[in-house]
């Protein structure tokens, strides 16, 4: 979902056309909810079950933030480069993020699912 979501990025920024835009920011959107989704599922199905609303809290709030201050940021951007050149910059910058992550750790033990990340909450 995450290469998906950078992907529906740069296809919106490539295009001009209403109807292609519309599939575009549409297969972008759904992505992205698929992949918010999962996230928080993920964060949730790891906390005790003591804590789960507070960590669930805490993800919601700080990925919000800092979602909210990169479209300060893009918007103050968009008007000396383009929106389509953020869109397209963007996208490429969080695929690579993203495919560089799979290489670094399986998500296995990034989820703390593997021996080397075994913690236990007294």
């Known amino acids: 979902m995450g290469l998906m979501s950078g992907v529906g990025q740069?296809?919106?920024?490539?295009?001009?056309?209403?109807w292609l835009a519309t599939v575009a920011a549409a297969?972008?959107?759904g992505a992205q909810a698929a992949f918010m989704t999962m996230t928080q599922a993920t964060t949730q199905s790891i906390a005790a079950d003591e804590f789960r609303g507070r960590v669930a809290s805490i993800n919601t709030f700080s990925l919000g933030g800092a979602?909210?201050?990169?479209n300060l940021t893009n918007g103050s951007l968009a008007a000396y480069i383009g929106a389509h050149n953020i869109l397209r910059v963007?996208?490429?910058i969080f695929v690579a993020a993203l495919l560089l992550g799979l290489l670094a750790v399986s998500g296995r033990r990034a989820y703390g699912r593997g021996p080397a990340l075994e913690v236990q909450l007294a």
């Open 10 to 18: 740069v296809l919106l920024s490539l295009t001009a056309a209403l």
């Open 27 to 29: 297969f972008m959107g």
């Open 67 to 70: 979602m909210a201050i990169m």
């Open 90 to 92: 963007d996208g490429i």
